[in-house]
C-alpha cells in the first residue's frame, strides 16, 4: 500500500458499491457504514460502541432504505432528504445505505442528485446497485464507485484495510483481552465478510514482515492467518474461526509462544 489509508473524517460523502445482491455486497456495506460511525483511531476499530452498535443492526445514525426489495421511488428519496436533515444522534455521521439504488427511476434519481449535491455534510450515501450503469451518469459524478469484483482483488476497500490492519496489529502486539475484545465484533462477520477480513490481514502481515523486529513470531502468524482462512472455506463455521483467532485455541497458535 502507498501510505495510510483514509481516516474516517476522509471518507467520501458518496459511494456507489457495484454488484450481484448478496452477502459480499451487503457485507461491504455495512463495513463501510460502520466505518463513518466509529469513534476508534482505526474505523472501523470493531470494539467501540458505535462498531458494536452498527454490527448489531442497532445505530440510529446507520439508516437502510430498500430493504423490503420495493422500488425506491422519487417519494422515498424524499422522504430521505427530509430525515438527512436532523442531525445524527449519537455519531459525526449519518449514513443511509440504499439497498436496490439501482432500482431509482429518472426522477427518483435527480431527487438523490439534488441531496448529494447539497445535501447537509454529516450526511453520507451508500448506493448499492448491480452496476453502476444503473445510475445516471450525473449521479454517478457525485460518487466514488467500489466494484466489489475489485473489493476483493488488488483494490480493496478502504474500510477493509483499516480493520485488516487493527487486527494484523491486534495479533502481533495486543494482550489476550484486547484482542477477545475485537474478537466479539468479527463473530457478528459472515463468512464472506470474515474471509475478506483474512485476506486482507495476511496482506498487512506479509508487509511488516520485513522491518518486524520478531519476523520468526511474524511468519508463524501469518501462517497460522492463512490456515484459518483456508478452513473457512471447509465449512468450519465464522464464529470458530473468530474464536480460534483471537483466544488462542487452536493447537499450536503462535500468540502462545510469548
Ligand atoms: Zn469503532
Given at each position: 500500500m502507498?501510505?495510510?489509508?483514509?481516516?474516517?473524517?476522509?471518507?467520501?460523502h458518496a459511494?456507489?458499491?457495484?454488484?450481484?445482491?448478496?452477502?459480499?455486497?451487503?457485507?461491504?456495506?455495512?463495513?463501510?457504514?460502520?466505518?463513518?460511525?466509529?469513534?476508534?483511531?482505526?474505523?472501523p476499530?470493531g470494539?467501540?460502541?458505535g462498531c458494536?452498535?452498527?454490527a448489531?443492526?442497532?445505530?440510529?445514525?446507520?439508516?437502510?432504505?430498500g430493504?423490503?426489495?420495493?422500488?425506491?421511488?422519487v417519494?422515498?428519496?424524499?422522504?430521505?432528504?427530509?430525515?438527512?436533515?436532523i442531525?445524527?444522534?449519537?455519531?459525526?455521521r449519518?449514513?443511509?445505505q440504499?439497498e436496490?439504488?439501482?432500482?431509482?427511476?429518472?426522477?427518483?434519481q435527480?431527487?438523490?442528485?439534488?441531496l448529494l449535491?447539497d445535501g447537509?455534510?454529516?450526511?453520507?450515501f451508500?448506493?448499492?446497485a448491480?452496476?453502476?450503469?444503473?445510475?445516471?451518469?450525473?449521479?454517478?459524478s457525485?460518487?466514488?464507485?467500489?466494484?466489489?469484483?475489485?473489493?476483493?482483488?488488488?483494490?480493496?476497500?478502504p474500510?477493509?484495510v483499516?480493520?485488516?490492519?487493527?487486527l494484523a496489529?491486534?495479533?502481533?502486539?495486543?494482550?489476550e483481552?484486547?484482542?477477545m475484545e475485537?474478537c466479539?465484533?468479527?463473530?457478528?462477520?459472515?463468512?464472506?465478510?470474515?474471509a475478506?477480513?483474512?485476506?486482507?490481514?495476511?496482506?498487512?502481515?506479509?508487509?511488516?514482515?520485513?522491518?518486524s523486529?520478531?519476523?520468526?513470531?511474524a511468519?508463524?502468524l501469518?501462517?497460522?492467518?492463512?490456515?484459518?482462512?483456508s478452513a473457512?472455506?471447509?465449512?468450519?463455521?465464522?464464529?470458530h474461526?473468530?474464536?480460534?483467532?483471537?483466544?488462542?485455541?487452536?493447537?499450536g497458535?503462535?500468540?502462545?509462544?510469548?
Open positions: 502507498n501510505g495510510p489509508e483514509p481516516a474516517a473524517s476522509r471518507l467520501s459511494y456507489i458499491l457495484s454488484g450481484p445482491a448478496g452477502a459480499a455486497r451487503r457485507a461491504a456495506a455495512d463495513r463501510l457504514a460502520m466505518s463513518y460511525v466509529c469513534t476508534g483511531e482505526n474505523p476499530c470494539v467501540c460502541s458494536r452498535k452498527a448489531a443492526g442497532i445505530h440510529p445514525d446507520i439508516v437502510r432504505v430493504e423490503d426489495g420495493k422500488d425506491v421511488n417519494a422515498a428519496v424524499r422522504a430521505l432528504r427530509s430525515d438527512a436533515y442531525l445524527p444522534n449519537e455519531a459525526p449519518k449514513v443511509y440504499i436496490n439504488a439501482g432500482s431509482m427511476n429518472a426522477s427518483a435527480n431527487a438523490m442528485l439534488k449535491e447537509p455534510p454529516y450526511a453520507a451508500l448506493l448499492l448491480e452496476s453502476d450503469g444503473d445510475l445516471l451518469p450525473t449521479v454517478r457525485r460518487c466514488e464507485t467500489l466494484r466489489l469484483d475489485r473489493l476483493a482483488g488488488e483494490a480493496p476497500d474500510a477493509l483499516e480493520q485488516s490492519r487493527t496489529g491486534l495479533l502481533l502486539t495486543g494482550g483481552l484486547e484482542r475485537y466479539v465484533g468479527l463473530e457478528k462477520l459472515d463468512r464472506e465478510g470474515l475478506a477480513l483474512l485476506d486482507q490481514t495476511v496482506e498487512r502481515l506479509r508487509e511488516g514482515l520485513l522491518t523486529p520478531d519476523r520468526k513470531r511468519l508463524a501469518t501462517e497460522h492467518v492463512k490456515a484459518l482462512r473457512l472455506d471447509f465449512n468450519v463455521g465464522p464464529g474461526i473468530a474464536g480460534w483467532l483471537c483466544a488462542g485455541s487452536m493447537p497458535n503462535p500468540n502462545k509462544t510469548r
